[in-house]
């Protein structure tokens, strides 16, 4: 975490890609939880796109929806362990992609 706490004093660019990612999580996932591998692979998608941009850009109403409806249980399995999650975290990351269709933030 002092690594963390250091990287986020020192560097603007990531602070401001760590905000943005709270606030997408907070818009997207409003239930009372959220698994860990669809999460993962929105910050993977996230960072991906925003770091090839410069700069975090959020995405627009429609695509917040499509990310909101998705069925995360039914695209991660609930007894997945970590195995089988390493396995299909590129899947998940493609189906964040493909259902947020995320802006090149």
Known sequence: MTRCDAALTTNQAALERVEAFL???SDIFTGPR???????ALGTVAYRRWTAAGHPTMPDGMSLRRLRQTNW?????????V?????????VSAQADAAGRLPAM
């Open 23 to 25: 606030r997408l999580v």
């Open 34 to 40: 959220v698994r860990v591998l669809p999460m993962r």
């Open 73 to 81: 249980d039914r695209v991660v399995s609930a007894h997945a362990g």
């Open 83 to 91: 195995q089988v999650s390493e396995v299909r975290a590129p899947v």
